[in-house]
């Protein structure tokens, strides 16, 4: 009775986009997200008021380095039904295609040196001099893994820009083999440190800085990773890190700083992962609170990943040709 065509149609049909239409309690159960720890103040925020305005839905939020992240998916195989990447290259180098099918960018940040009440030398530092300042043997700083967490490896970007910004020859070596001992798998794991007195300075986004009541020192425009149009000065640094593969290693170049969002192929929750992710690029909602914690919007913005995005969310994107 039925031809092929209609098997072939009917089985297409399960991999259509989740219908989010309707009341609320259409979307319900536990919906668990993964994010990077810079996100962690606005994407509790964010949880809140998607929570009221879903109250069937209860979401789960996992911080961690953006790297650390993926690949907890990639390879532990835990499940997830939102990523949320302090870089959009990571789900591209990570999960694109095995474990995740797109990426959407959503928010930009930048580099600073932060700093806390008990810093020494706090009242002289600058955007010239903080290089000389973190150099001193009676000052400690902190920053994050490389291999884990893109605020790490971004750190080390910052200070080989600042290396030829200074024209200081060997400064980014001097500092990357300082303090090593205070290094930890995110960035947000330093605030203790920096809060006890452990440490002085931090390698950090700016966004954390604001959200925790931090000072920091803004970093020139050639070195901070925030500003497109040194795009391709950015690409003149490079980083080793880890790849997706046991054993192997990949190249990151230096670019402007792009929040990424996936839902990967593991969700357990698809319609409220897309209804959580809609939420989060709407500008009246979820942009809204990411803007208050110091994080511009980047939506929309262009992917190589638009064709495999679903429908409802192609509108918060740019195809890249």
Known sequence: MFGPLVLVLAAASSYAEPDTRGTPDRIHGELMVFHAGSLSVPFAQIADAFM????????????????????KIADLGRSCDVFGSADHSVIDALLIPKHAGWTLKFAVNE??????????????????????????????????????????????????????????PGLAERLLEKDLRYMRPKETDLLALLEVGAIDYIFL?????????????????EINLKNPEFAHHYRTATVEVSGSAPGETIIKHGE???????????????RAALAFVTFLLEKDKGLVILEKNGQPSAVPSPTKTYDQLPPSLKRFAVKRE
């Open 205 to 221: 986004y700016r966004s954390v800085a604001e959200q925790h009541d931090l000072e920091w020192v803004a970093l020139p425009d």
């Open 52 to 71: 009221k305005e879903h109250p069937s839905v209860r979401v789960l939020r996992e911080a961690a380095g953006s790297r650390a992240c993926a690949r």
């Open 256 to 270: 402007p700083m792009i929040y990424g969002v996936t839902i990967p192929k593991n969700a357990q929750n698809p």
């Open 111 to 168: 580099m600073a040196i932060v700093y806390g009440e008990r810093s020494r030398h706090a009242d002289e530092i600058t955007s010239e001099n903080w290089h000389r300042i973190l150099l001193r043997d009676d000052v400690a700083f902190g920053r994050s893994d490389p291999d884990s967490d893109p605020c790490g490896y971004r750190a080390v970007l910052t200070v080989k820009l600042a290396e030829k910004r200074y024209g200081s």
